[in-house]
Nanobody
Framework: QVQLVESGGGLVQAGGSLRLSCAASGRINGYTMGWFRQAPGKEREFVAG????????YYAESVKGRFTFSRDNAKNTVYLQMNSLKPEDTAVYYC??????????????????WGQGTQVTVSS
């Protein structure tokens, strides 16, 4: 069983930046990794992720050009660099992993393990 621990959330003003980290208890190389977020009263949604073979990285339209996903296989850690933050980015951010080779990584049902989440609050 894989354990995922997110960190790096906090309170930031609009236009600011944060970098989220997700440390896995096991190897992440060869696994699909994704970041999701859930705002109050809303469903959990895909933010960014990378396919199991590292071949493709995907972003939600709402974060393209502002967020950057990266991974460090040696540290079993993935990151989400968030720039030009907006109040609508306020949410709990979750890291997740999947053993599936399905390339539609935006599908929340694909994921086997989830972190506990980290709160990101962007003030206007």
């Amino acid at each position: 069983q894989v354990q995922l621990v997110e960190s790096g959330g906090g309170l930031v003003q609009a236009g600011g930046s944060l970098r989220l980290s997700c440390a896995a208890s096991g190897r992440i190389n060869g696994y699909t990794m994704g970041w999701f977020r859930q705002a109050p009263g809303k469903e959990r949604e895909f933010v960014a992720g990378i396919t199991w073979n590292g071949g493709s990285t995907y972003y939600a339209e709402s974060v393209k050009g502002r967020f950057t996903f990266s991974r460090d296989n040696a540290k079993n850690t993935v990151y989400l660099q968030m720039n030009s933050l907006k109040p609508e980015d306020t949410a709990v951010y979750y890291c997740a992993t999947s053993s599936s080779s399905d390339t539609y990584i935006q599908n929340i049902r694909l994921y086997d393990y989830w972190g506990q989440g980290t709160q990101v609050t962007v003030s206007s």
